[in-house]
Structures are given as structure tokens and as C-alpha cells.
């Protein structure tokens, strides 16, 4: 099966980095998503990785390890609208198909 | 404007009246999806569609039905409701290009309670 774990909450101040981590179990491995989502609200989008090593967009960056089965998005000058739900989401692909399994989410509140 | 819409938005019903809740994407994505989101349990795919009349279940599918006779379309039908099916749902279609422009866009939600 497949398993994703993150962080259930996590705590940070304004101005400051957070780094929340991901770690993963599947097969078929095609590719790691993070998502932001505020409270009542649809996920958006906010980093793809499919190859070892970081990308990265402007105040977030994403790392991948696929050999450990870990993920980390970093959030740096961390503002107060940062605050929200965090999803990973694993994407697998087999001969019937691809499906997307998401980890429980990480609630980030930012602090002033 | 690119975007995913479902309909309703909000719907209370009771245990065993059949219900559909469509999803409707004008950006010509080949695939489609549906979850659900429970509280401590994050998004459950429920079923997902690679293309027209092409479904697969996904995690969680038990009670759910779903449909993809048009690309634009993918409603998700609850033949008999239950209480355990009350949650929030997720629409999310993408492309199938293999990189990061698979990234599935999701529509505004639907909140479902079953009595």
C-alpha cells in the first residue's frame, strides 16, 4: 500500500523559516507534490519534484530524496497569511492508471 | 477564467435519498477526480478518471459512483447516502503531460451532510 506521514501541526514566527517534512511509502513513484490550503478553502498548488534535489520558488522551496522516501518544503520570511494546511501528495502510476494519495496534512500557524 | 466548479456547494440530505454532485472544468484537462477531506485524515481519493468513459477507483470508492461520458464533466453520484459520507468533497482535474503541469487544479468544495 501506500503511506505518507507528515508533521500534525506546526508553530513558527513571523520573519522567520520553517521547514516541514514528508516522508513517503509507494510504488510507482511519479512524482511529489505540495499543496497550501487555507482553512474552508480548495488546495493550490505550490511545488512539484520528480527528481532528487531542490527547487526552488521564490520564498518556498521543495526538496526530494526519492532513495529515503522523503520530502521537505521549506517556507522562508515567513508572513502571516503563510498560515494554513500543508498537504504532500505522492503520485503513482502503474499500467491502469495514476492515482494521487495525499499525506494528513500539516497546520502551520505563524506567530508575530 | 481556468477554472473547476462543482455544484451544490453546500447540500444537507438523508440517509438514502440518492444525490449527484457535479463537476464541470473548461480547461480541456484529460484527468479527473474526486476526494473527500475529513478532519485528521487529510484528502481521500475517492475515484479518478484518465479520460472519456476511462474510470478507476481510488482509495476510498465504497458507496460512490462516477461517470465521464464528456471530458469537460465528472459528476460524482451517491446512490444511497449514509452518515459516514458526510464530509467535505473535492472536484481536481489536470493534464496527463507527465510533469509539473500535471498539477491537479481543485474546485471550491462541497460540504455534505447526511442526516
Known amino acids: 500500500g501506500q503511506n505518507i506521514d507528515q508533521p500534525t501541526e506546526m508553530t513558527a514566527t513571523e520573519g522567520a523559516i520553517v521547514q516541514i517534512n514528508c516522508t513517503y511509502q509507494t510504488s510507482g513513484f511519479n512524482g511529489l507534490f505540495w499543496y497550501q490550503q487555507h482553512a474552508g478553502e480548495a488546495p493550490t498548488f505550490l511545488s512539484y519534484?520528480?527528481?532528487?534535489g531542490l527547487e526552488e520558488k521564490g520564498r518556498f522551496s521543495s526538496f526530494l530524496s526519492r532513495s529515503k522516501g522523503y520530502s521537505y518544503l521549506l517556507l522562508k520570511e515567513l508572513q502571516m497569511k503563510d498560515s494554513a494546511s500543508y498537504l504532500c501528495?505522492?503520485?503513482?502510476?502503474?499500467?491502469?492508471?495514476?492515482?494521487?494519495?495525499f499525506g494528513p496534512g500539516t497546520r502551520l500557524s505563524v506567530l508575530p | 477564467e481556468a477554472q473547476v466548479t462543482q455544484n451544490p456547494r453546500y447540500l444537507i440530505t438523508v440517509t438514502g435519498k440518492k444525490l449527484t454532485v457535479t463537476c464541470s472544468q473548461n480547461m480541456n484537462h484529460e484527468y479527473m477526480s474526486w476526494y473527500r477531506q475529513d478532519p485528521g485524515l487529510g484528502l481521500r481519493q475517492i475515484y479518478y478518471?484518465?479520460?472519456?468513459?476511462?474510470?478507476d477507483k481510488g482509495d476510498v470508492p465504497e458507496g460512490y459512483k462516477v461517470s465521464r461520458k464528456e471530458k469537460r464533466n465528472f459528476p460524482l453520484i451517491l446512490e444511497s447516502p449514509s452518515p459516514n459520507q458526510t464530509s467535505l468533497y473535492f472536484c481536481?482535474?489536470?493534464?496527463?503531460?507527465?510533469?509539473?503541469?500535471?498539477?491537479?487544479?481543485f474546485g471550491p468544495g462541497t460540504r455534505l451532510t447526511v442526516l
Open positions: 478518471s484518465m479520460n472519456v468513459e476511462v474510470t
Open positions: 481536481a482535474s489536470s493534464l496527463l503531460g507527465g510533469g509539473d503541469t500535471d498539477t491537479q487544479y
Open positions: 501528495a505522492v503520485r503513482s502510476r502503474d499500467n491502469y492508471g495514476q492515482n494521487f494519495v
Open positions: 519534484n520528480v527528481l532528487d
